[in-house]
């Protein structure tokens, strides 16, 4: 048997970044009988004092939050939307600009570096990284509404648009609102958030496979900062990055137990409301602490690989036995429409669908650089031995297609029931009921929904063991095996801002603070797209293949 290498010793040529600096210097280590702490001194003592705060005073006057957290999220989007909007194609094009370049041909661990993964299994990672309590919660519920609103039509008051249907809409139109709902939807879900997600990652793989610095986010900062990385520039980069993955973390969290709370009212009668959703999201922490405990492979991997297992025979079940022409034949004319409206989608500029923009794209654009840090730094500890083309393509391409099959399966198959059905139950419903009214169209409802609600209730225990692991080796100094009871404070109180945020005013305190937390890091993620430019460009490649003499 051999000994398993270091992912941190480079395989071949790299141009290492020298400093003193060592992993966990700042750290302090305490030892409470069994107990021990192991952490970075300023950055767990003030992210985690600023989270412990936000959840005292939240909790406390969680009756005044609810329209300072309301009025928040709509400055925050109505104001800042072309912010958002012009990150988020910068992003894009700093992917593409990148891969099909020289740089593109750097290889993630060195010269000689081979890849830890077959591509079957590097692509089913990329493609449950993309899985989530998202996808659950919005598989049905976006199609479903950019549809309704593109149908309805424009609708004009005092001169402003007042409805919610993408660009113009398609008025009375149904095969063309179709497309256009499926368009938006896929939007929000394909390219632009992967390139989000795709631009970090790769910083931090570079910085820590090649130039041998912390998996830690002040680490892509180093040709910028330099040694400074590791002073208050630095501190401040990482606490950032905490407070936005724990927010949106909070905020997947409270879409799960919304929608899981939606889902037992359906089946079992179990009553609607706050109280249900706190006792959710307490239960289900308390689950997610067990797989804390149990470690990475016994505990979040195992339920990982349940969670996909199921999601994918609820996926071809939906397929089998919805309307599978529909399905299979809108696949690619969603990736059509999708491509085809994708510039104005994207524009930033001049546009008059305000509602879509600033309730829809704005806030997606601002939750997934959020989730950024927590996804980006599990795609870079898989993807050593990718050339940067390699892993650009791939983290783009592979993913957006799954995302698009997801939403076009349960997207086709909920508008296919209202236009050739004339089933208007889903359409009809709260935003976390329509999955489970539009699986009580087909057969096996019952059997199906309780599938759906456990695949909820497992993504959001694999989301908050994963989403406390990064969070702790950010707080820990980049270490990643520091003591147990840190993660378990952090599993705690992704637990505690959720119920927090859902006392504080449900589902918009959640969208607020994903925003709130989004809009600082988005300026972080473009300043380290400098930065991981110029580390890419200090790297050794090989040279291009020598072309044919003619």
């Not at 879900?189 to 570079?206: K, Q």
């Not at 599978?324 to 994207?346: K, M, R, V, W």
């Not at 950024?372 to 993807?383: K, L, Q």
């Not at 695949?455 to 707080?475: E, Q, R």
Request: glycine share 10%; aromatic share 12%.
């Amino acid at each position: 048997m051999t000994e398993k290498k270091d992912p941190m010793i480079p395989d071949g040529d790299v141009n290492p970044i020298d400093t003193d600096y060592q992993i966990g210097q700042d750290n302090i280590i305490v030892n409470v009988g069994p107990f021990g702490l192991d952490i970075h001194n300023r950055v767990f003592a003030i992210s985690g004092g600023l989270v412990v705060l936000f959840v005292a005073l939240t909790l406390a006057f969680h009756d005044q939050v609810e329209p300072l957290f309301s009025g928040m999220r709509t400055w925050l989007t109505s104001n800042l939307d072309g912010f958002f909007l012009v990150a988020g194609n910068i992003f894009v094009l700093v992917c593409f600009i990148v891969a099909f370049s020289p740089l593109g041909r750097v290889r993630l661990g060195g010269t000689e570096a081979k890849p830890d993964y077959t591509y079957l299994g590097w692509f089913s990672m990329l493609f449950a990284a993309g899985m989530g309590i998202g996808l659950m919660f919005f598989g049905v519920s976006e199609p479903l509404s950019h549809f309704g609103a593109a149908f309805g039509g424009t609708a004009m008051e005092n001169g402003v648009r007042t409805d919610w249907a993408p660009l113009g809409g398609a008025a009375g139109d149904a095969e063309a609102a179709a497309r256009l709902g499926m368009a938006a939807t896929i939007f929000h879900w394909a390219l632009h958030p992967w390139a989000i997600y795709a631009v970090l990652a790769l910083g931090l793989a570079l910085f820590s496979f090649n130039k041998g610095l912390p998996l830690t986010i002040r680490s892509v900062f180093y040709p910028l900062l330099g040694e400074r990385v590791w002073g208050w520039p630095g501190h401040l980069v990482d606490i950032l990055a905490v407070l936005a993955t724990l927010f949106g973390l909070a905020t997947s969290l409270g879409f799960g137990a919304a929608q899981a709370s939606s889902g037992l009212n359906f089946l079992f009668d179990v009553p609607l409301g706050t109280t249900t959703q706190i006792v959710l999201i307490i239960g289900i922490t308390a689950i997610a602490l067990g797989s804390v405990v149990s470690g990475l492979d016994a505990g979040v991997k195992l339920l990982s690989e349940i969670n996909m297992i199921l999601a994918l025979l609820l996926l071809l079940f939906v397929i089998a036995v919805g309307p599978t022409l529909d399905i299979l034949g809108g696949f690619f004319a969603n990736l059509g429409a999708y491509l085809q409206h994708l510039p104005a989608l994207s524009n930033p500029v001049g546009r008059d669908d305000a509602n879509f923009l600033q309730g829809w794209t704005a806030f997606y654009w601002a939750w997934w650089i959020s989730w950024s840090p927590f996804v980006g730094m599990f795609i870079a500890r898989v993807s050593r031995g990718r050339t940067v083309r390699e892993f650009i393509v791939s983290v783009l391409i592979v993913p957006s297609l799954a995302c698009t099959l997801w939403m076009t399966v349960f997207g086709e198959t909920a508008i296919s029931q209202v236009v050739r059905d004339g089933y208007q139950a889903a359409r009809d419903a709260e935003l976390p009921l329509q999955l489970f009214l539009t699986l009580d169209a087909l057969p096996l409802a019952q059997i199906t929904s309780f599938l759906a609600i456990v695949l909820v209730v497992v993504f959001f225990v694999t989301s908050s063991d994963s989403g406390s692991l990064v969070i702790d080796a950010i707080s820990a100094g980049g270490k990643m095996d520091a003591p147990m009871p840190q993660r378990v404070f952090w599993a705690i109180f992704e637990g505690l801002v959720a119920v927090a945020l859902v006392l504080g005013g449900g589902l918009v305190s959640l969208q607020a603070m994903a925003v709130l937390t989004g809009l600082p890091f988005a300026v972080v993620l473009l300043v380290a797209s400098l930065a991981i430019v110029k580390g890419l460009a200090s790297e050794p490649r090989p040279a291009a293949a020598p072309r044919l003499a003619r």
